[in-house]
Structures are given as C-alpha cells and as structure tokens.
C-alpha cells in the first residue's frame, strides 16, 4: 500500500511537470497495477481456499471466515488474535 500511495502522488504530481507526462502517467499506472495484482491474487484465491483445504484434509467445516480479506490489510497485528 506504500508503494501505491507513492505512486499515486507521483502521478498527481505529472500535472505540473509537462515534460514527460504520459510517459510518467503510463508508467505511473502500470506500476500501480502490478503493486495490486498480489492483493487482487490473494483476495480470489482466499474466497475457495478454506473449503478446498478443509475438503483436500478431510476436516470438518468449522467456519467460513475468509483467511484474506482487504480491511485485515490494515489492522495491526501486533496483540491481534483471530
């Protein structure tokens, strides 16, 4: 989320500086879509991902909590149990 934030004010501040806009702006983009392609990866895969463990394991279906999820991202995990 760092990166993305950086990102994101390097591409705001293409505004001002014309010499190499679309340049910076297309590059800027590209960057933020590979900062969120790991993010958008774990969200789909952690949507099955209990169940086909549980089913792989034979285990009992215990609960449905999805192990990933996006506001997790920003809880500390510092004395935070699950």
Known sequence: MV???ISAVLIASGV???KYQLAGT???LLSIILYLSP?????????TLKRE???AFN???V???????????????????L
């Open 53 to 55: 463990f549980n089913r």
């Open 59 to 61: 285990l009992p279906e």
């Open 63 to 81: 609960d449905d909590r999805s192990p990933f999820s996006l506001g997790k991202m920003f809880i500390p995990t510092r004395g935070y149990s």
């Open 39 to 47: 993010i958008v990866k774990a969200y789909r895969v952690a949507g």
């Open 26 to 28: 297309i590059i800027g």
């Open 3 to 5: 990166f993305i934030s």
């Open 16 to 18: 001002w500086a014309q």
